[in-house]
């Protein structure tokens, strides 16, 4: 997977526990502080407007959450609100540009 991801001259993921965000397969890590600085809240009590608007701020199509994440067990929040496109019962991506 991460061979289909390289030299493709943008950004595919975000990891903010990481030095470059998750830059290092792709894309510019000088933006790293301020989208860690949007999307890291949401996955402490964010809500489905914030969600979607940080999403239109940095053309996200679609965030991650897995079950480690502390957003997976409030099941008022936003993540599962959104539309997942993959899920099972540990990981879903949910699609946010909308």
């Known amino acids: 997977m991460i061979v289909n991801m390289l ?31 949007m999307i890291d809240p949401l996955f402490r009590g964010g809500t489905v407007e914030q969600a979607r608007t940080v999403c ?25 609100a959104l539309t997942p496109v993959v899920e099972d019962p540990d990981f879903r991506a949910l699609e946010c540009s909308r």
Do not use: K
């Open 56 to 80: 239109r701020q940095f053309g996200i199509q679609y965030l991650v959450v897995n079950g480690s994440d502390p957003a997976w067990n409030d099941r008022q929040g936003w993540f599962w």
């Open 7 to 37: 030299g493709i001259n943008h950004q595919t993921a975000i990891s903010s526990d990481t030095g470059g965000c998750g830059s290092e397969i792709g894309g510019e890590s000088a933006g790293c502080p301020i989208m860690a600085s």
